[in-house]
């Protein structure tokens, strides 16, 4: 059976010393995005809760810039391979690791500017 390709979040969580924060913010954007594009039919999708998401993803577009917050949605959202990164935007894991601490400062997970893969143990 082949290999199913394995996304470039899946591998960067993986890989990095901060993958459990940078998932915690992956899962929190995913999470946000749903809730955001929801038409509101559920009983957990109350109009302030959408209105929230929706704040919480302009603050991250504003943080991370709309290149970097398109980048979060192709690597969260779309779950791209890194190859496919790489082609379609030029970038590589050092770019994503930057786009992954961005949401994961934006989500309180991370302290804002702290590099990825530079977290000290008592963080």
Do not use: W
């Amino acid at each position: 059976r082949p290999k199913k390709p394995q996304s470039a979040l899946s591998r960067l969580v993986a890989e990095d010393p901060n993958g459990v924060r940078f998932s915690a913010a992956a899962g929190r954007f995913r999470g946000d995005y749903h809730l955001a594009a929801s038409p509101g039919r559920l009983r957990s999708d109350r109009p302030e809760a959408r209105a929230a998401a929706r704040a919480r993803l302009a603050a991250i577009e504003t943080a991370l810039g709309p290149e970097r917050a398109g980048l979060a949605e192709m690597l969260v959202l779309d779950r791209f391979t890194l190859s496919a990164l790489r082609h379609a935007c030029g970038v590589g894991p050092a770019e994503l690791r930057d786009v992954l601490a961005g949401l994961a400062a934006a989500y309180s997970l991370m302290p804002a500017g702290q590099l990825a893969g530079r977290a000290s143990a008592s963080d």
